[in-house]
């Protein structure tokens, strides 16, 4: 599955566009803007496009008001059909967020609902009662999502709710060809819904990809082959930034062997998972982390580390951001794309990825682990690449059995020699695949 080996460039249209950040009702065509974007993203090394919700809302894009739609604030479905089509003429696939637990207030049933109140045919189409009221006072109460009264709860066990959603999915195909979908919370997702909807994302196109949003647990509950093909890997997320803020590699080493070691407990071994050091949803890592220069390495760490490695729209320059001060700080608005030197590295990285079947798919085992650096080895069959982070200022010098004399660094193409051990240089990481 082309997944596997993907590296996914992560945009919030709404946020990169500039639009407001209220539905004004007044159509833009700011989706345009992304036809620029193409060729950056290209030559950065990603391989897919993760867009965050496009389709007509109230607010924020989570707050659906009609799923075939595309958001007048963002333009029509002529100007996502042009941006889609110049991605795939580029090579790059691309996925949609798919909003299905909740809608908006504005949605169109919900209206009729608000209109007849008992009377209406879509009132199963929510779990509601007229018995009870919201602080909206509509005269009947309704689920939501996490007490946020905005965002209504679908009845997804209605076979009418599961028409109109899948009718939506199997329009994204036609119009627009996409390959795949993000599963907002899918941790509240039920099971027989992703069944049905995996069941029918399976015939609708071959390798169509399902990526759930999940967040603790066990997440072999909502990746399986009757729900999503992967999930989001927010455990690894924490410790990737705790280890490298704390000093403490051993977090992230025990979080990824418990995920993908060779031992029988292990939870998720040979399974693909999304990896990720930031996202529309937290803090930006150039704010998160204590020490900027740890960027470099920590990056090499994402790319290094089993799963399919995300970069989130202007992290791959620095761009900075703090949850603490709003979703919009996460979600700037950018004309064009910047680059420097991290642009650079992030692109190095995605090439030794691509070049290495044992980085895509390969198997986990720890070698070294110290407070500040952490050597790992990934391996597919006869490819075996040596993944060593120095997350430290000063050089280390690490004495370790290689099981090989010399190897090359995928990301630089230099050659390595284990003999007398290996010299780490501060704020580093190689990719070392050995002879």
């Known amino acids: 599955m082309w997944y596997q080996n993907a590296v996914i460039y992560q945009i919030y249209p709404l946020g990169l566009c500039g639009a407001p950040l209220q539905n004004d009702g007044v159509q833009a065509h700011r989706l345009r803007r992304l036809l620029d ?54 090579g790059l696939k691309v996925m949609l967020d798919g909003v299905f637990n909740h809608v908006g207030r504005g949605f169109w049933a919900f209206r009729d609902v608000q209109e007849k109140k008992w ?35 679908l009845n997804l066990h209605n076979t009418a709710v599961r028409e109109h959603l899948f009718d939506a999915i199997a329009g994204w195909v036609r119009d627009y060809d996409i390959d795949g979908l993000r599963l907002d919370v899918a941790y509240c997702l039920d099971q027989d819904f992703l069944a049905a909807l995996r069941n029918f994302t399976n015939q609708l196109k071959p390798d169509f990809v399902l990526v759930g949003e999940t967040l603790h ?65 937290v803090t930006r890592i150039a704010s998160i982390l204590q020490d900027k220069q740890q960027l470099k390495p920590i990056y090499g760490l994402l790319f290094g580390m089993p799963g399919t490695p995300a970069v989130y729209y202007g992290s791959e320059w620095g761009l900075t951001g703090e949850k603490k001060d709003g979703d919009p700080a996460l979600r700037p608005a950018i004309e064009t794309p910047e680059h420097n030197d991290l642009t650079d590295w992030i692109t190095a990285l995605a090439g030794a990825r691509a070049a290495s079947p044992a980085l895509c ?15 790992f ?59």
């Not at 008001?65 to 889609?84: I, M, Q, S």
């Not at 509601?128 to 209504?152: A, I, Q, R």
């Not at 025990?254 to 930031?278: H, I």
């Not at 798919?361 to 050597?375: A, D, F, H, M």
């Open 37 to 90: 974007w193409v060729e950056p993203i290209k030559e950065l090394g990603a391989t897919c496009v993760l867009f965050n919700p496009l389709f007509e809302s109230d607010a924020h894009g989570y707050d659906t008001r009609d799923f075939n739609k595309v958001d007048v604030r963002l333009g029509t479905g002529e100007d996502l059909k042009a941006v889609c089509e110049a991605l795939h003429a580029a």
């Open 217 to 281: 647990g066990d997440y072999n509950r909502w990746m399986n082959d009757n729900a999503c093909h992967s999930v989001t890997n927010y455990e690894c997320y924490k410790g990737l930034y705790s280890s490298f803020n704390t000093g403490n590699m051993h977090e992230i080493a025990y979080s990824l062997n418990r995920q993908f070691g060779a031992e029988p407990w292990c939870l998720y071994t040979g399974k693909q998972l999304l990896s990720f050091v930031d996202n529309h949803d």
């Open 361 to 375: 798919t390969g198997s986990y085992r720890n070698i070294l682990v110290q407070p500040k650096q952490l050597i």
């Open 377 to 435: 080895e990934r391996r597919q069959g006869q490819d075996r690449v040596l993944v060593a982070i120095n997350a430290d200022s000063s050089p280390y010098h690490a004495d370790f059995n290689a099981e090989a004399g010399c190897a090359v660094d995928l990301i630089t193409g230099k050659p390595h020699d284990f003999g007398g051990g290996s010299d780490l240089p501060p704020y580093s990481c190689a990719f070392w695949k050995t002879e």
């Open 119 to 153: 009377d209406s045919p879509y009132k199963d189409w929510f779990h509601l009662s007229f018995d009870g009221n919201t602080n909206y006072n509509d005269g009947f109460w309704y689920e939501s999502w996490e007490g946020c009264n905005e965002l209504v709860k």
